[in-house]
T-cell receptor, first 110, second 112 residues
Framework: DAGVTQSPTHLIKTRGQHVTLRCSPI?????VSWYQQVLGQGPQFIFQ???????GRGNFPDRFSARQFPNYSSELNVNALLLGDSALYLC?????????FGSGTQLSVL | RKEVEQDPGPFNVPEGATVAFNCTYS??????FFWYRQDCRKEPKLLMS???SGNEDGRFTAQLNRASQYISLLIRDSKLSDSATYLC?????????????FGKGTKLSVKP
């Protein structure tokens, strides 16, 4: 069975640009969460979606937005990129009490 | 004060050593606790859940002390393959599996 898949795996952008990251959850999983992991830190919660509804939001500026589609895949959008947005962006899907992470998208902002 | 705090590390130990990681959490209403393992440039993976009664999985033992808001992980007979970053994780009150609070992580290097 396919795990959580994310695309792209790596991305280089410049300050001020916007970016869209994509995530496909494990088949049957209706909840998708997004995390940001800056080098040397633990992952930090950004958003959770369940059945296309936002269920939780972390302490991130409005430049960050997300949505979930009818097939439960999800997109994370970041506008007006800053150097500090450079990080590993992790998507996770869950069913009941277990969370599974994708391998992430490494975003570098120059 | 950060919500989840861990030993700063890194821990450099020889094969066969016993190593202990500690973690504290600030919100007494936190409801669930875990240890995750993260290899370099990879995604975090669940190592084990942590219960007040303590739980053991082979060489790994986890313990929760709710009164002290303290979580521990003990690794016995360390293997080279145990080298990774260990993340202490908490589900806050009212949260769910999708909304985890991670500590900064403690890096473990097991040397031959």
């Amino acid at each position: 069975d396919a795990g959580v898949t994310q695309s792209p795996t790596h991305l280089i952008k410049t300050r001020g640009q916007h970016v869209t990251l994509r995530c496909s959850p494990i088949s049957g999983h209706k909840s998708v969460s997004w995390y940001q992991q800056v080098l040397g830190q633990g992952p930090q919660f950004i958003f959770q979606y369940y059945e296309k509804e936002e269920r939780g939001r972390g302490n991130f500026p409005d430049r960050f937005s997300a949505r979930q589609f009818p097939n439960y895949s999800s997109e994370l959008n970041v506008n007006a990129l800053l150097l500090g947005d450079s990080a590993l962006y992790l998507c996770a899907s869950s069913l009941h009490e277990k969370l599974f992470f994708g391998s992430g998208t490494q975003l570098s902002v120059l | 004060r950060k919500e989840v705090e861990q030993d700063p590390g890194p821990f450099n130990v020889p094969e066969g050593a016993t190593v202990a990681f500690n973690c504290t959490y600030s919100n007494s209403a936190s409801q669930s606790f875990f240890w995750y393992r993260q290899d370099c440039r990879k995604e975090p993976k669940l190592l084990m859940s942590v219960y007040s009664s303590g739980n053991e999985d082979g060489r790994f033992t986890a313990q929760l002390n709710r009164a002290s808001q303290y979580i521990s992980l003990l690794i016995r007979d360390s293997k080279l393959s145990d080298s990774a970053t260990y993340l202490c994780v908490v589900i806050p009150y009212g949260g769910s599996q999708g909304n985890l609070i991670f500590g900064k992580g403690t890096k473990l290097s097991v040397k031959p």
